[in-house]
Structure formats: structure tokens, C-alpha cells
């Protein structure tokens, strides 16, 4: 199993920046990938970045150019650098790792951080 846990969220006005940090635990021998996924009350989860155990990335439309998402091997932990933010990213933001295991693919999740930005 693996256990994330997440930190770095808050308050930012509007045309700021946060970075959020996700240190993961437990074993990782066969991790596919992490990601940050957000999710607003009354909509559907959705994805914001990926990285694989590769170093590919994968961003959605709304993050490109504004957000970059890195790995620091050496200590685990995913992070994701979050600049000129929108009151639209306000959410609570979920860290995400996939494990592979008998070939087949298990997700582990964060507890969550909220972000709010205001104008």
C-alpha cells in the first residue's frame, strides 16, 4: 500500500501562486505514475496533472501554461507549482498514485487541501 499526504494549500488573492506537495510512503516498487486531480462541490473529479514513473507529463487544458507539476525521487514527493491562479481553481485538491500489482492498476489518494482564490 501507499500513503500520501498532501500539504501547501490556502488562501491566495487572485493572480497569485501556491505550491502544493505531496510526500508519498509504503511501497512503490511498481508505481505507474502520480497526479492532482480537484474536485468542486456538485461536479465530478478531474484531473489537473500527471507525472509518470518516466518523468511524462500530462496537463489539462485549463492548467497549461499556469501550472507545472515535478517529482523529487530522492524524497518521494510530487509537487505542483501553481501560478496566476483564478478564483475558478478554487477546490479541494487530491494527490493521486498508481500502483501496479498483478498487472492491474490500484489508486491511492490523498486526504485533500483546499485552495481558494479570491478576487
Known amino acids: 500500500q501507499v500513503q500520501l499526504v498532501e500539504s501547501g494549500g490556502g488562501l491566495v488573492q487572485a493572480g497569485g501562486s501556491l505550491r502544493l506537495s505531496c510526500a508519498a510512503s509504503?511501497?512503490?516498487?511498481?508505481?505507474?505514475?502520480m497526479g492532482w486531480y480537484r474536485q468542486v462541490p456538485g461536479q465530478q473529479r478531474e484531473l489537473v496533472a500527471g507525472?509518470?514513473?518516466?518523468?511524462?507529463?500530462n496537463y489539462a487544458d485549463s492548467a497549461k501554461g499556469r501550472f507545472t507539476i515535478s517529482r523529487d525521487n530522492a524524497k518521494n514527493t510530487v509537487y505542483l507549482q501553481m501560478n496566476s491562479l483564478r478564483p475558478e481553481d478554487t477546490a479541494v485538491y487530491y494527490c493521486?498514485?498508481?500502483?501496479?500489482?498483478?498487472?492491474?492498476?490500484?489508486?491511492?489518494w490523498g486526504q485533500g487541501t483546499q485552495v481558494t482564490v479570491f478576487s
Open positions: 493521486n498514485a498508481v500502483i501496479t500489482w498483478d498487472q492491474r492498476p490500484y489508486s491511492y
Open positions: 509504503g511501497s512503490i516498487l511498481n508505481l505507474y505514475g
Open positions: 507525472i509518470t514513473s518516466g518523468g511524462s507529463t
